[in-house]
Protein backbone atom coordinates (compact mmCIF):
# COMPACT_ATOMS: atom_id res chain seq x y z
CA UNK A 1 0.00 0.00 0.00
CA UNK A 2 2.44 2.24 0.83
CA UNK A 3 4.42 1.68 -1.93
CA UNK A 4 1.51 2.30 -4.33
CA UNK A 5 1.45 5.81 -2.88
CA UNK A 6 5.34 6.58 -3.54
CA UNK A 7 4.69 5.57 -6.95
CA UNK A 8 1.74 7.54 -7.51
CA UNK A 9 3.37 10.67 -5.62
CA UNK A 10 6.68 10.23 -8.10
CA UNK A 11 4.13 10.34 -11.15
CA UNK A 12 2.20 13.10 -10.15
CA UNK A 13 5.97 15.03 -9.53
CA UNK A 14 6.90 14.12 -12.57
CA UNK A 15 3.84 15.37 -14.52
CA UNK A 16 3.69 18.51 -12.69
CA UNK A 17 7.08 19.09 -12.86
CA UNK A 18 7.22 18.58 -16.68
CA UNK A 19 4.86 21.07 -17.53
CA UNK A 20 5.34 24.40 -16.42
CA UNK A 21 3.15 25.88 -13.47
CA UNK A 22 -0.37 27.11 -14.22
CA UNK A 23 -1.16 31.07 -14.32
CA UNK A 24 -1.05 32.23 -10.79
CA UNK A 25 0.08 34.82 -8.31
CA UNK A 26 3.33 32.87 -8.12
CA UNK A 27 3.73 32.76 -11.86
CA UNK A 28 6.05 35.33 -13.34
CA UNK A 29 4.38 38.75 -14.39
CA UNK A 30 2.72 38.62 -18.42
CA UNK A 31 4.43 41.44 -20.19
CA UNK A 32 1.44 43.59 -21.79
CA UNK A 33 3.29 42.91 -25.42
CA UNK A 34 4.01 39.13 -24.96
CA UNK A 35 3.19 36.89 -27.96
CA UNK A 36 0.62 34.82 -26.95
CA UNK A 37 0.07 31.98 -28.92
CA UNK A 38 -2.63 29.17 -28.91
CA UNK A 39 -1.68 25.66 -29.92
CA UNK A 40 -4.84 23.77 -30.71
CA UNK A 41 -6.47 23.19 -33.90
CA UNK A 42 -8.09 25.45 -35.93
CA UNK A 43 -11.15 24.37 -35.00
CA UNK A 44 -10.34 24.80 -31.30
CA UNK A 45 -9.30 27.74 -32.37
CA UNK A 46 -12.23 29.50 -34.34
CA UNK A 47 -14.84 27.85 -31.86
CA UNK A 48 -13.22 30.40 -29.29
CA UNK A 49 -9.81 31.72 -29.02
CA UNK A 50 -8.12 35.07 -26.42
CA UNK A 51 -8.05 37.80 -28.01
CA UNK A 52 -4.66 39.04 -30.31
CA UNK A 53 -3.64 35.21 -30.07
CA UNK A 54 -2.27 33.74 -33.04
CA UNK A 55 -2.93 29.97 -34.13
CA UNK A 56 -0.12 27.47 -34.52
CA UNK A 57 -1.68 23.93 -34.21
CA UNK A 58 0.84 22.07 -32.17
CA UNK A 59 1.19 19.42 -35.25
CA UNK A 60 2.52 22.66 -37.34
CA UNK A 61 4.78 24.19 -34.19
CA UNK A 62 8.06 22.81 -35.20
CA UNK A 63 7.97 23.61 -38.57
CA UNK A 64 6.56 27.26 -38.40
CA UNK A 65 7.41 28.83 -34.78
CA UNK A 66 9.95 30.62 -36.00
CA UNK A 67 8.46 32.95 -38.35
CA UNK A 68 6.01 33.82 -35.25
CA UNK A 69 8.66 34.57 -33.11
CA UNK A 70 11.88 35.28 -34.27
CA UNK A 71 12.88 37.32 -31.13
CA UNK A 72 13.77 34.71 -28.50
CA UNK A 73 13.88 37.13 -26.12
CA UNK A 74 10.22 38.34 -26.26
CA UNK A 75 8.04 36.91 -24.18
CA UNK A 76 5.71 34.15 -25.57
CA UNK A 77 2.53 32.51 -23.44
CA UNK A 78 0.89 29.52 -25.29
CA UNK A 79 -1.66 28.17 -23.77
CA UNK A 80 -3.83 25.26 -25.28
CA UNK A 81 -7.34 23.24 -24.13
CA UNK A 82 -5.30 21.79 -20.73
CA UNK A 83 -1.88 23.31 -20.79
CA UNK A 84 -0.40 19.98 -21.88
CA UNK A 85 0.15 20.26 -25.77
CA UNK A 86 1.24 24.01 -24.42
CA UNK A 87 3.35 22.25 -21.44
CA UNK A 88 5.31 20.63 -24.74
CA UNK A 89 5.50 23.60 -27.20
CA UNK A 90 7.26 25.63 -24.37
CA UNK A 91 9.74 22.46 -23.79
CA UNK A 92 10.48 22.59 -26.84
CA UNK A 93 11.09 26.77 -27.71
CA UNK A 94 13.53 26.66 -24.37
CA UNK A 95 15.16 23.60 -26.01
CA UNK A 96 15.68 26.45 -28.80
CA UNK A 97 16.58 28.86 -26.80
CA UNK A 98 14.13 31.04 -25.92
CA UNK A 99 14.76 32.49 -22.47
CA UNK A 100 10.92 34.01 -21.89
CA UNK A 101 8.28 31.54 -22.57
CA UNK A 102 5.33 30.67 -19.97
CA UNK A 103 2.45 27.84 -20.37
CA UNK A 104 -0.76 30.22 -19.84
CA UNK A 105 -2.32 26.44 -19.87
CA UNK A 106 -5.88 26.91 -20.59
CA UNK A 107 -7.43 29.74 -23.06
CA UNK A 108 -9.85 30.53 -19.72
CA UNK A 109 -6.66 30.94 -17.57
CA UNK A 110 -4.92 33.66 -20.32
CA UNK A 111 -7.98 35.30 -20.56
CA UNK A 112 -8.94 35.71 -17.13
CA UNK A 113 -5.05 36.82 -15.81
CA UNK A 114 -4.66 39.24 -18.99
CA UNK A 115 -8.00 40.74 -18.90
CA UNK A 116 -8.29 39.86 -22.94
CA UNK A 117 -12.07 38.58 -24.03
CA UNK A 118 -12.61 35.48 -25.47
CA UNK A 119 -13.14 35.90 -29.22
CA UNK A 120 -14.97 33.22 -31.48
CA UNK A 121 -14.73 33.13 -35.29
Known amino acids: MMLRFKIRKLCVNWFSNSISSSPDSTSPAWEEDALFLDVRSPGEYASGHV ?71
Request: charge should be positive; proline fraction near 4%.
Open 51 to 121: EGAFNLPLDHFVQEYADLAPDKSKQIVLYCQSGARSGQAVLFLKQQGYGNVLNGVSMGAVALKTGRPIRRQ
